[in-house]
């Protein structure tokens, strides 16, 4: 069974999980009423998906 010589320092073991993160929301803005909405998602300020009413507002 592989057991590790040395310990894994602090550093190398941060370096490891800098990569491990949450990424952002996408943010986009509205075709229509230019304000800012989540991709692939219904607009809450004029209820419009890819030119059709979803929402009645």
Excluded: D
Aim: net charge positive.
């Amino acid at each position: 069974m592989g057991v590790p010589k040395r310990r894994t320092s602090k550093a190398r073991k941060n370096q490891r999980r800098a990569m491990i993160k949450i990424a952002s929301p996408a943010i986009v803005s509205c075709p229509r009423c230019h304000e800012p909405k989540m991709a692939h998602r219904v607009c809450q300020a004029c209820g419009y998906y890819r030119e059709q009413e979803v929402l009645e507002k």
